[in-house]
C-alpha cells in the first residue's frame, strides 16, 4: 500500500509597452530661377562647432507588473457528512466518466495565493501535524473549487486524520508510514511517522509531506467528479492485468493532479529549484524501480513524469491518464 500516497505550471501573461518617438522635418523647395544663370558656388565659412546630430531616444525600462493572483476565499469548514460520491450504472457510462470527464475542459487557477508555515512532521506533535495538514487543505480546496464546480460537480472539504499506530477506518485498517484516501467518509488519512519511508537526505524538506497530502486530495477530486468509482467500475470489468493498469491509470492521475497544485502555489509559496529536486527524488522513491504490470501505483519514471506534468500544465486535461498509451503508465 506504501505506493497510494504518491505524489505546475502552474502561468502569467506579461506585456511590455514601448513608446516610439518620431521626428518629421518639412523642408521647402525653392521655385525654379526663370534664366538659367550659373553661379559660383559659396564656400561655407570654416566653423568649430559641429552640425546637431539626432539621436535615437531609448525608451526607459518599465517595471515588471506583478502576476494577478487567484485569491483563495470563503473556504468552508470540514465536511463531516458529505453528499454520496457519484457512481456510474454502466461500463460504458464508466467509460465516458474517465475519459471523457467534463473536468477535463477546466484549468486550475495559476497562480494562486497560498502561504504555507511548513511544518515538520518529525519534530511537533501528531495533533499539531493535523491541524497544519488541515489547513494545508484548505489552500488545496481554494486551487480545485473553481474547476470542479465549473464543470458541474461539487468539492465539499475533506478532514485529514493525522494517526500513529494502525488504525480502523470504514475502508479497513490502515498502516503506518502511510496516507490514505478513504471513498466511504470521503476523509484524508495520513500517518505520522509518513516521512520514514524517504532517504534520511529528504526527510524534513520541504513540500513532500504537502506533495503526499494533494495526491491523495486528488483522490478526492476524483471522487467528486465520479472518476474514482468509474475506475472501480473499470478494474472488475477486466482481467487482472488490465485491473492493475486501470488503478495504475487513477493513482498517476492523482500524482498529476499533486503537481497542478504544486504547479499553482509555486510562486506564492516560494517553491525553488532545489524543491523541485527533492520533489523528483522523493516521488521516485515511492515508485517501483521497474515497471510491473501487476504493480497498482506505477513505477518510478511514470509517477516522477506525471508530477511534473501536472505542474507544467494547468488545463486539467494534461492529466488524462485515462486516454494516455499504456506506455506511459507503466
Given at each position: ?236 470489468s477486466g482481467t487482472e492485468k488490465q485491473s492493475y493498469e486501470y ?84
Open positions: 500500500m506504501l505506493a497510494i500516497i504518491g505524489g505546475s505550471a502552474f502561468l502569467c501573461v506579461v506585456a511590455f509597452f514601448g513608446v516610439a518617438v518620431a521626428n518629421y522635418l518639412n523642408a521647402s523647395t525653392p521655385p525654379a530661377p526663370t534664366t538659367p544663370t550659373p553661379t559660383a558656388t559659396p564656400t561655407p565659412p570654416a566653423s568649430t562647432t559641429s552640425a546637431p546630430t539626432a539621436t535615437a531616444t531609448t525608451p526607459a525600462p518599465q517595471p515588471t507588473p506583478e502576476p494577478s493572483y487567484h485569491q483563495v476565499s470563503d473556504v468552508p469548514e470540514p465536511d463531516l457528512t458529505p453528499p454520496d460520491l457519484p457512481e456510474p450504472t454502466s461500463t460504458r457510462q464508466a467509460q465516458t466518466w474517465s475519459k471523457q470527464n467534463r473536468l477535463y475542459g477546466q484549468s486550475v487557477p495559476v497562480p494562486t495565493a497560498c502561504t504555507l508555515r511548513f511544518v515538520d512532521m518529525a519534530k511537533v506533535p501528531a495533533a499539531t501535524y493535523q491541524t497544519y495538514l488541515n489547513e494545508v487543505v484548505g489552500c488545496l480546496w481554494g486551487v480545485w473549487h473553481d474547476p470542479v464546480t465549473a464543470a458541474g460537480y461539487q468539492l465539499p472539504r475533506p478532514p485529514v486524520t493525522v494517526y500513529t499506530k494502525t488504525v480502523k477506518s470504514p475502508c479497513g485498517e490502515l498502516e503506518t508510514q502511510n496516507a490514505y484516501y478513504c471513498s466511504a467518509n470521503q476523509r484524508i488519512y495520513y500517518a505520522n511517522d509518513f516521512n520514514t519511508v524517504y532517504t534520511k537526505d529528504l526527510r524534513g524538506q520541504r513540500f513532500l509531506g504537502e506533495m503526499i497530502l494533494a495526491h491523495e486530495f486528488g483522490h478526492n477530486v476524483q471522487g467528486r467528479t465520479g472518476i474514482f468509482f468509474a475506475t472501480i467500475a473499470l478494474e472488475e488503478n495504475r491509470r487513477m493513482e498517476l492521475q492523482a500524482d498529476c493532479f499533486a503537481g497542478h497544485w504544486l504547479g499553482a502555489v509555486a510562486a506564492s509559496t516560494g517553491l525553488s529549484d532545489l524543491d523541485r529536486k527533492h520533489l523528483r527524488a522523493a516521488i521516485e522513491q515511492i515508485g517501483m524501480p521497474q515497471p510491473d504490470p501487476y504493480d497498482d501505483h506505477g513505477s518510478s519514471e511514470s509517477r516522477r513524469n506525471w508530477l511534473f506534468t501536472g505542474m507544467q500544465n494547468a488545463t486539467v486535461a494534461s492529466c488524462n491518464t485515462f486516454t494516455a498509451s499504456s506506455v506511459k503508465v507503466r
